[in-house]
């Protein structure tokens, strides 16, 4: 616009703002308390309410999914054994790969040849070994390509057995083992988060509220301790220790619980010198009572969402630990355990694999996305 | 400056030592021995074989002889392998372990660099969605799920790259795809939000104001100024492609440094491990010191409060 135009403008224009006493008392949306304004900030958020619908059906699935069926965790069976999945029902869909049979694609110089090496594959049981043929050859090597699908419950005389998710080297209910070993990598995880948030949030608030002297001792030690890398640290107690899940626990916490500290610390200090503490201490408040009533409440959203991305560390290195060969021993079972029987297994029977490797991910995915909906939860900026 | 150098290797020292003595005593605490209850040895024989390894002074002797022959770089006598020095094992075990983690770092802070650079030019469009969620998925899920992934797609249904193994460049191209997942997605979420905070800066309104084009916007006055705190997630990124190297060597067959540590767990060959334990907290160290320092010369703005203090 010119700058001529804005000098000249006509006098009329101007209204006076009239100050009317209905509009300046309206609120003008309700007032909610900082809970409420982040309980309804999460619960908007779609994402973040799957994952924890997902964790909470597969927290429920980990407590009675073993009892679904007759099968025990480690009830051995071993002319049972590697049979692949089949679901009562979802059999006759054979794309979902639910109807129980094995199937490989073999080559040879002629058709003939190629079917030959797929019954030698499949025990030479050649009656229940359906062959495609995918290509006739012309009679150089690996020209020529079959399928076969072996119905091995059929060879096996298993008409009315069903393992949902197959079974493993020994003849083991796979599903019975996953949703066991769930459990147990879910146990350690809630414990091991649980010993930080404990553990830390004392220190942090010691540490912080006090100040001075001990505050710098207590910093020192937590210097030194996470100068230490934790995967050094948590190899080691392994090693010590006997593999179980009390070690697991033991050897994440040792290390696991410096980060609470640093940041509760951080956070007290904030807060302690300000004006509603300074209030409650003239009035004569203990220093106990005003740690647990006025900073605790305050810091409560850091601690929650630092739990809570605490969690998902606890369960990938429980399943990194028994993946190495660390961490629960056998025959009991945990999702990184089950992970590294299904590695040996990939080439031919990759089910063992696909399902303890996906629950982990959803395990993992679904953690880190309700971390990141609770960590804007309590994020006033967040707000609407 | 130097003040600040001095006191951070002083501490890194310490570090060391501690752990040292801690991984040290702990072996010492744990049953197992040279001995193999297999070989059927006389009494008189074991004895021989244990004081080759030394292992009949008290502790403490061995305590302090443990402590001077590390200094020199000598980590002892591997209880397997024909009794190789543990030295000589891990020096030749170094270099593919390094190869590794130097190119998925490499490769995947620089996609994960370009890809939270789309998230955060169309932010709050359908890139920013798909970025968003590579990055929640590769943070998310272990690289040994991936290496899992991969190793089935590529190597056994396709057969387009070999199972495992190692030295031909065929060979590198899933372990360290697998690897790079986790650094790329790191990248990615923090370029991404450093970009999007960055956009709204002054200095950014003011170059708009002055007339520079996007493209010199964001090249030349954005991406610089988000690329600096990149550095300090570079710790964390490293601590986990140790981890994640350990099982990605496993899965793979790569004669590293990690594979061999998995190997000596199984067979308790305790120099071997103690050895691995070492070159793990050096390297982890010595890296998170390099860090620290380089973020101190490339943004001169902690250089100059660092020197004031």
Redesign the interface.
């Given at each position: 616009m010119d700058n001529k135009n804005l000098n000249n403008l006509p006098k009329e224009l101007f209204k006076p703002l009239v100050n009317q006493e209905n509009t300046s008392e309206k609120i003008s949306r309700p007032s909610r308390t900082f809970g409420q304004n982040a309980r309804r900030t999460l619960f908007k958020n779609i994402p973040a309410m799957i994952s924890l619908t997902l964790l909470i059906l597969i927290i429920l699935m980990s407590i009675i999914g073993p009892f679904m069926n007759s099968y025990g965790s480690k009830d051995q069976k071993l002319e049972h054994a590697k049979l692949p999945p089949r679901v009562p029902g979802l059999e006759n869909v054979s794309w979902l790969g639910f109807n129980g049979t094995l199937s490989d694609e073999m080559t040879g110089a002629t058709v003939e040849q190629a079917t030959q090496k797929a019954y030698l594959r499949f025990n030479k049981d050649e009656e229940f070994i359906d062959i495609k043929v995918i290509s006739e050859g012309d009679g150089s090597p690996n020209s020529a390509e079959v399928k076969a699908i072996y119905h091995i419950y059929d060879a096996k005389g298993l008409d009315d057995t069903y393992y949902w998710l197959g079974t493993d080297q020994l003849g083991r209910d796979q599903w019975t083992r996953l949703w066991e070993g769930t459990r147990v990598s879910l146990i350690i995880a809630f414990v091991a988060a649980l010993l930080d948030l404990v553990i830390g949030v004392a220190y942090g608030g010691i540490s912080g509220f006090y100040g001075g002297r001990v505050d710098n001792f207590m910093q020192r030690i937590i210097?030194?301790l996470a100068?230490?890398?934790?995967?050094?640290i948590i190899?080691?107690m392994m090693?010590?220790l006997k593999p179980g899940m009390t070690s697991i626990i033991i050897a994440l916490v040792i290390t696991g619980w410096t980060g609470m500290a640093r940041i509760v610390r951080g956070e007290v200090l904030k807060l302690k010198n300000q004006e509603f503490v300074l209030a409650a201490r003239t009035l004569g408040t203990s220093n106990g009572k005003i740690i647990r009533k006025h900073l605790i409440p305050n810091i409560s959203g850091i601690i929650i969402v630092n739990t809570m991305f605490t969690i998902?560390t606890a369960v990938?290195f429980e399943?990194?630990l028994s993946?190495?060969?660390?961490g629960i021993a056998p025959p009991a079972a945990s999702l990184g355990s089950l992970?590294d029987i299904?590695?040996d297994n990939?080439?031919i029977y990759?089910y063992m694999?696909v399902f303890p490797?996906a629950l982990?991910?959803i395990i993992?995915?679904a953690?880190?996305?309700l971390g990141?909906g609770l960590r804007d939860a309590f994020d006033p900026k967040m707000h609407k | 400056m130097t003040q600040y150098i001095l006191r951070r290797i002083g501490y890194m020292i310490l570090t060391l030592f501690i752990i040292a003595t801690v991984t040290f005593f702990l072996m010492k605490l744990m049953p197992g021995s040279p001995l193999k209850a297999e070989d059927k040895l006389t009494e008189e024989q074991k004895q021989i074989v244990l004081e080759s390894y030394g292992l009949n002074d008290p502790v403490p002797v061995q305590y302090v002889r443990f402590l001077g022959n590390l200094v020199q770089g000598d980590l002892g006598i591997s209880y397997n392998f024909d009794n190789t020095p543990v030295t000589e094992i891990l020096v030749e075990r170094l270099g593919p372990s390094m190869q590794l983690g130097l190119y998925a770092v490499l490769i995947g802070t620089f996609f994960g660099i370009i890809l939270g650079l789309i998230a955060a030019i169309f932010h709050n469009g359908f890139w920013d969605y798909t970025s968003t969620i590579i990055a929640v998925l590769g943070t998310s899920i272990p690289s040994f799920v991936f290496a899992g992934l991969l190793q089935y797609i590529f190597a056994v249904e396709l057969g387009w790259l070999p199972v495992a193994l190692w030295g031909e460049p065929k060979h590198m191209v899933l372990p360290i795809i697998a690897l790079a997942i986790g650094p790329m997605a790191t990248a990615a979420r923090f370029v991404r939000t450093e970009m999007i905070e960055v956009k709204g800066s002054n200095y950014i309104i003011t170059a708009k104001a002055k007339g520079l084009s996007k493209s010199e916007r964001v090249w030349k006055h954005g991406l610089r100024n988000a690329l600096i705190p990149l550095v300090t997630v570079m710790g964390p990124m490293i601590i986990s492609l140790m981890t994640g190297s350990m099982v990605i060597e496993k899965i793979f067959a790569i004669p590293g440094i990690g594979e061999q540590f998995v190997t000596s767990v199984m067979v308790n060959d305790y120099p071997t491990i103690m050895g691995t334990t070492l070159i793990y907290a050096f390297g982890f160290i010595v890296i998170l010191l390099i860090i620290d320092l380089l973020y101190g010369l490339i943004d001169p703005r902690i250089r100059v409060t660092g020197g004031s203090k």
């Open positions: 210097e030194i100068g230490i890398p934790n995967l050094v190899l080691l090693l010590f998902p990938f399943s990194f993946f190495i060969g660390l992970i299904g590695f990939m080439q990759p694999l490797a982990l991910s993992m995915i953690f880190n996305i990141d | -």
